[in-house]
Each structure stands twice: as structure tokens, then as C-alpha cells.
């Protein structure tokens, strides 16, 4: 069964920092692109970031560029997203993509 688990979100100041993780079961995250997508509310979602099967390529949106980063581990099966300098219009939803999958998402909100 293909699943995706994602948890690390949370409640943070401006300027702070997360790692949200994305948990994968019945695939290899180093056999497909994997991304994390965010949704805020009454907005369409964003794609955030991907990290490509061939050499482990990353690509991110304009909008968080510099200030996410993308990344997996092969021996847990799990994709981050380290997410630092962290704003108000940062708050959203996020949730991991792959593999024919969609895990249910993790609320992170930025907030003083």
C-alpha cells in the first residue's frame, strides 16, 4: 500500500525555522520525483519544492527559494523540507507528493 505520512508543522515566529518530515511506505523515495505542495486557506496550491529521481536535482518556487530546502533519506524513506526565515505568508498546510500518492498534510503557521 502506497502511503505518505508527513508531521513536523507547528506554530513559529517570523524569522524561525522548521523541518517538516514526509514519511514514505509501500515505494522507494529515490524511485520517483518527490514534492512538497502547501495550501492556504481560500488559495490554490503552491508547488514548493521537488527533488528529482535522476541525481537528486531540486527545484523550488520563487517564493521560497533561499530560504527552503529539499532533501530525502534513503536509508529511512523519508523526504524533509528544512524551512528557515519563516513568514506570516508562509502559513499553510503542507503536504508531500509522490509515487502516485498524496500523504494528508501537516499545519505550519507563522505567527508572533
Known amino acids: 500500500q502506497v502511503r505518505l505520512v508527513e508531521f513536523g508543522g507547528g506554530l513559529v515566529p517570523p524569522g524561525g525555522s522548521l523541518r517538516l518530515s514526509c514519511g514514505a511506505s509501500g515505494f522507494t523515495v529515490v524511485s520517483t520525483d518527490m514534492s512538497w505542495y502547501r495550501q492556504a486557506p481560500g488559495k490554490t496550491p503552491e508547488l514548493v519544492a521537488t527533488i528529482k529521481v535522476f541525481l537528486g536535482g531540486t527545484t523550488y518556487a520563487d517564493s521560497v527559494k533561499g530560504r527552503f530546502t529539499i532533501s530525502r533519506d534513503n536509508t529511512v524513506n523519508t523526504v524533509y523540507l528544512q524551512m528557515s526565515d519563516l513568514k506570516i505568508e508562509d502559513t499553510a498546510l503542507y503536504y508531500c507528493?509522490?509515487?502516485?500518492?498524496r500523504g494528508r498534510g501537516t499545519q505550519v503557521t507563522v505567527s508572533s
Open positions: 507528493g509522490g509515487g502516485g500518492a
